[in-house]
């Protein structure tokens, strides 16, 4: 089932996508009262400084300057063990014994299992997430909004399934998220989030991807159960996965995709109804053709509202193909006049992407460099903003924690003379992660957002395995929070009020 196939996978995925009180009444950590970023990479980097305004940056209002303002509303017990779980999780060793561990036969065993679940709910589940089911992530949305004026996300947070049982299951739980959202005023949260992969099986995206691949490839080969998208390939799109003609879709597989279709339907037909947007979530490139493909078909359903789309799609900025297959969607999208959303973001599986690209004797399909995948997403996050300016239907979810991709979008904001509250550009952030840029960007007046995942301690492992990977030194924006938390702990501890 879903629940088991997430156990018994995360340690395959490490590299995707924690305060110390067990999972209760909702609480306010230090990575939920501050702000940096979500979805991307950054170059691993000594701790950095803290960050000081240049006299010509004054046409951006992120200041992440004043440890002691960005912190404020966060008491000192819970900025301490923010920073625990924080510095814990950038301790490369110490991420790799909790791996083993949880990826071990310790995991068989009933007593040590409890010990190893029991150990993680209290400290980096309660970091990374926001309750065990929806009831009690929609609390936990309530009160960190009422804290800090973040917004939340609800991620049910069940990956992959393998089985139409599984996503039957996992459909009832993407609906019962929508209720939860539903039940919050609507200045509380975004947007609700979905994944392809658990509520269609694995294998068929897979089988899906390649029969779409070889469609690309050749053009004269057509298929027959193919509902009307928009582009998912552009000419620089990596197709090696497929270098021979896939077996056509089984009459059994035909009637899982169908039924895959009915289950991300009925979802956005819910969100339809409840005006709750939906983020559909991005995954490596060997299934990303077929949940980019269901995605876009679900919008020209379901994106009627002219003014605000329901179904988001995701952009992985550091995949090479990233701008040109946004165009071509944007471009599609204007023709058909379908409002379209997108969330940006930089990516989530660099290493599994270069394993199977050298697998299979192919150059990797994510960029060469981290610059070049800043620029890749700051030209695409310019493009969106401009889309999204000039009266269209088009919504951008800006998912980052690189401060300096948040401060040239406020900078073109302005530029564009953009309302930042009317709900078409927002920014978003992993819970637990990026607090400083969070608060920064709603300082300046944007809507800001926390990923905020929920689900059993047990189905939650593999994102905080992901998560603890990132904070190690990913992500130089981990080390930013983590050095302001510290001088923020020291200047309460001489002033005499920890």
């Known amino acids: 089932m879903a629940a088991r196939l997430l156990r018994t996978n995360f340690i395959r995925r490490p590299y995707r996508f924690s305060a110390l009180s067990p999972v ?9 009262a501050v702000v940096p970023e979500i979805l991307s990479f950054g170059q691993q980097a000594p701790e950095p400084p803290v960050p000081h305004p240049k006299p010509n940056e004054a046409h951006n209002d992120i200041d992440l300057s004043d440890q002691a303002r960005l912190f404020a509303s966060v008491p000192t017990s819970d900025l301490l063990r923010s920073t625990a779980v924080l510095h814990a999780a950038a301790i490369g060793p110490m991420v790799d014994l909790g791996s083993w561990v949880m990826s071990s036969k310790l995991m068989e065993t009933a007593l040590t299992r409890d010990m190893v679940l029991g150990l993680v709910k209290s400290t980096f589940y309660d970091h990374f997430c926001a309750g065990e089911d929806a009831d009690a992530a929609a609390q936990r949305v309530r009160s960190v909004y009422e804290a800090t004026g973040l917004k939340g996300m609800l991620v049910y947070g069940v990956e992959h399934a393998d089985d139409a049982a599984s996503c039957d299951d996992n459909m ?4 019962r998220t929508i209720e939860a959202a539903k039940s ?3 200045s509380h949260f975004s947007s609700v989030v979905v994944k ?14 390649d029969l779409l691949r070889w469609e690309y490839k050749t053009k004269n080969f057509k298929l027959s159960w193919k509902l009307k998208s928009f582009p998912v390939f552009s000419d620089s799109s990596p197709l090696y996965h497929t270098n021979s003609e896939p077996e056509p879709l089984t009459a059994e597989e035909e009637r899982e995709l169908e039924a895959a279709h009915v289950r991300i339907q009925d979802i956005c037909r819910k969100c339809q109804e409840s005006n709750v947007p939906l983020l559909v979530d991005a995954e490596d490139t060997i299934l990303q053709p077929a949940i980019d493909y269901m995605a876009y078909s679900s919008a020209i359903l379901f994106n009627a509202d002219k003014d605000r789309p329901i179904v988001y799609n995701t952009i992985q900025a550091y995949l090479r193909d990233a701008g040109e297959r946004l165009h071509l969607a944007v471009q599609e999208a204007e023709k058909e006049n379908v409002p379209m959303g997108f969330k940006l973001v930089r990516g989530a599986y660099m290493s599994s992407e270069a394993r199977l690209a050298d697998s299979l004797g192919n150059k990797s399909p994510v960029h060469d460099t981290i610059q070049n995948t800043h620029d890749c997403y700051n030209n695409c996050m310019t493009f969106l903003m401009e889309k999204a300016s000039n009266g269209s239907g088009f919504g951008v979810v800006l998912a980052t924690h690189n401060a300096d991709s948040g401060r040239l979008a406020s900078k073109k904001a302005s530029e564009l003379n953009i309302d930042k509250e009317n709900g078409k550009i927002e920014f978003a952030q992993l819970y637990g992660m990026s607090d400083a840029l969070s608060f920064g960007l709603k300082r300046a007046g944007f809507n800001v957002s926390k990923y905020m995942p929920f689900g059993p301690v047990e189905t939650a492992i593999p994102y905080l395995v992901r998560r603890a990977y990132e904070n190690r030194g990913v992500m130089a924006t981990g080390a930013t929070d983590r050095h302001l938390m510290r001088m923020e702990l020291k200047r309460r501890l001489l002033a005499g009020n920890a």
């Open 196 to 209: 392809i992969t658990a509520i269609c099986p694995i294998s068929l995206l897979k089988r899906v991807s």
């Open 184 to 186: 919050l005023p609507t």
């Open 24 to 32: 209760g009444q909702p609480t306010v950590t230090a990575s939920t």
């Open 172 to 175: 009832h739980h993407f609906l």
